[in-house]
């Protein structure tokens, strides 16, 4: 990372004034701890440059990213980036800080080119987000495998609702006592064979059970009997219990 930085470079940088006189100005105020370089054309034939560990924070920070090519996200532009990777986040998702954070490192990884030092991309990312660089790394990993994730769109009245892989919302479904018809992958009972599975037969299946009030009441009450509402207390109160904590 480059320590060393005029006045000239710094003017209008976050927490610096917008002008060179004004920056001199602040960092004889501020004590701010400088040398002098050669530089042809300038004063004396030197330029004076300022070191960024006597730089406000803030200033700090604007300059690590602006070097690791790390680029303000709002949310457009992050909405942008996700469509262009082609990447479904749920509202829950876009506004978690953590995830804000990987998409920021893997936007800059990614408009970095192999041969313009990614090494030292990575150790500016991680140096600004306090992680090892293989936290780092493992971040953009994460990023890049919800490419390969299943989403559900569903409509809700006039809502459009994208929901990820039934995996992830059986057993909330179950709490809620609805009637559900969800894969194998997610522990469903009764499983149909590849060698009689066709869309004819899940779209009769499917409207069948959907057309019996009888049947999809069944079904509501044996997924309140498997589903535990309480299960997030239960297991906080068995790890209290391991920890030998009182309640």
């Known amino acids: 990372m480059k320590e060393w930085h005029s006045a000239k470079e710094l003017a209008g940088t976050t927490g610096i004034p917008g002008t060179k006189s004004g920056v001199v100005r602040k960092a004889r105020n501020e004590h701010w701890t400088f040398r002098d370089v050669p530089a042809p054309g300038g004063p004396g034939g030197k330029r004076r440059e300022y070191h960024i560990s006597s730089l406000p924070e803030a200033t700090r920070i604007a300059l690590l990213e602006a070097e690791a090519g790390i680029v303000a996200m709002d949310a457009e532009t992050m909405q942008e980036y996700l469509s262009s990777r082609k990447i479904s986040l749920s509202p829950a998702e876009l506004s978690d800080p953590v995830w804000q954070a990987k998409i920021a490192c893997a936007q800059a990884f990614n408009n ?3 041969y313009k030092g990614r090494e030292r991309l990575l150790d ?4 600004k987000y306090n992680k090892s660089k ?3 790394r493992r971040w953009i990993d994460d990023v890049d495998k919800l490419r390969a994730r299943t989403v559900h769109r569903i409509t809700l009245g006039e809502e459009r609702v994208e929901l990820p892989e039934s995996s992830s919302f059986t057993p909330e479904a179950l709490a809620c006592g609805l009637p559900t018809i969800t894969s194998d992958k997610s522990g469903a009972a009764e499983v149909i064979t590849d060698d009689d599975l066709s869309a004819d037969l899940i779209t009769e299946s499917v ?4 057309g019996d009030g009888a049947t999809l009441e069944k079904m509501a009450a044996a997924s309140l009997t498997l589903a535990r509402p309480d299960a997030a207390a239960d297991i906080a109160e068995e790890v209290l219990k391991f920890a030998g904590a009182p309640k």
């Not at 500016?124 to 140096?127: G, I, K, Q, R």
């Not at 409207?207 to 959907?210: D, T, V």
């Open 124 to 127: 500016n990312l991680a140096t």
């Open 112 to 114: 970095c080119p192999a």
């Open 207 to 210: 409207n069948r059970i959907l």
């Open 134 to 136: 293989l936290q780092i």
